[in-house]
């Protein structure tokens, strides 16, 4: 089997806040030219790199706002965060967990540091993807997976090199926890200093990775801490060897090869049902959230 080779390694651009509590690179699609297509079915990568923030008795996030077309996961790794949404999603997720929303047809949500958490204050560091939805199935029924750490199935790597946290899709045969519409893996990996573990994935599924913690090298190319390397479309295998203890989350999914019309919170495939979605949302149609 051909070895996947990384096509560029991407460093993390300037920062700008999502709401007041969450301070982030935008890495896809980004500044780097790396498209919505590119990376398809992760049409949207938004990194909080670990950051302070203060205690508040007020908690920080984002207000109500309207999605439709696609799903939003979030993955953290330090910090907490809490979630309502107008199909009656909602929930804690702590260090280790999941939050998996699908939008779909439309929904309100908001989302915003746990209480407790923000009143005492802390390191914060969170993934959010969005996930596109394929034409047939971006009108479908919102639905909400809370994903607890210890639900997420894990495969332990030989010699107590580390662990793999299946998220989505599998690995080594392991079933990830969450359930998807399109064929795509997501995976945490953990490893120890001198670890190293094995990757196999389709040629023309589209596959990167974000290394959160560490330092790791794939091939004799490094990638620093708070870097994203993206893969060439060509060959399935390559090793991750970590040179410090690390955290790495790594993404493969088969493209969803269908047109994206997006503005906003909005992921379609025409201009025309970017309208309807304009249209739906100040109407009413997509209930009914307090702020």
């Known amino acids: 089997m051909a070895t996947k080779k990384i096509e560029r390694v991407i460093a993390p651009a300037g920062v700008h806040f999502v709401g007041d509590g969450f301070r982030v690179h935008n890495i896809i699609p980004g500044s780097q030219g790396l498209s919505m297509q590119r990376m398809s079915p992760f049409i949207m990568m938004d990194y909080n790199s670990p950051f302070y923030f203060a205690p508040r008795e007020v908690p920080r996030g984002v207000g109500v706002h309207p999605h439709r077309g696609f799903e939003t996961v979030t993955i953290a790794y330090k910090g907490k965060v809490e979630h309502h949404d107008s199909s009656g999603g909602g929930g804690v997720i702590e260090e280790g967990d999941v939050q998996w929303m699908t939008a779909a047809s439309g929904v309100l949500h908001k989302e915003f540091h746990e209480k407790e958490w923000s009143r005492k204050g802390g390191e914060f560091q969170m993934v959010q993807l969005w996930v596109n939805l394929p034409a047939k199935d971006k009108m479908s029924k919102p639905k909400y997976q809370a994903i607890q750490n210890r639900a997420i199935n894990k495969v ?7 662990v793999v946290e299946v998220i989505a899709g599998e690995y080594q045969g392991t079933k990830g926890s969450a359930s998807t519409f399109t064929p795509m ?13 094995d990757f196999h994935f389709p040629a023309h599924f589209n596959t990167a990775i974000l290394v959160l913690e560490g330092n790791i090298s ?23 060897h970590a040179s410090a203890d690390s955290i790495i989350l790594v993404l493969s999914g088969e ?37």
Request: no cysteine; net charge negative.
């Open 156 to 162: 332990m790597l030989p010699e107590h090199e580390g």
């Open 185 to 197: 893996h997501l995976l945490n990996v953990i490893l120890k200093n001198n670890g190293k573990a």
């Open 218 to 240: 794939i091939d004799g190319t490094n990638v620093p801490v708070n870097n994203f390397a993206l893969f060439e479309n060509v060959g399935e295998n390559f090793s991750i």
């Open 255 to 291: 493209p969803i090869n269908e047109p994206i019309a997006a503005h906003g919170p909005f992921v379609m495939n025409t201009k025309q049902e970017l309208i309807e979605a304009f249209q739906d949302f100040n109407e009413g149609k997509f209930g009914y959230l307090e702020d």
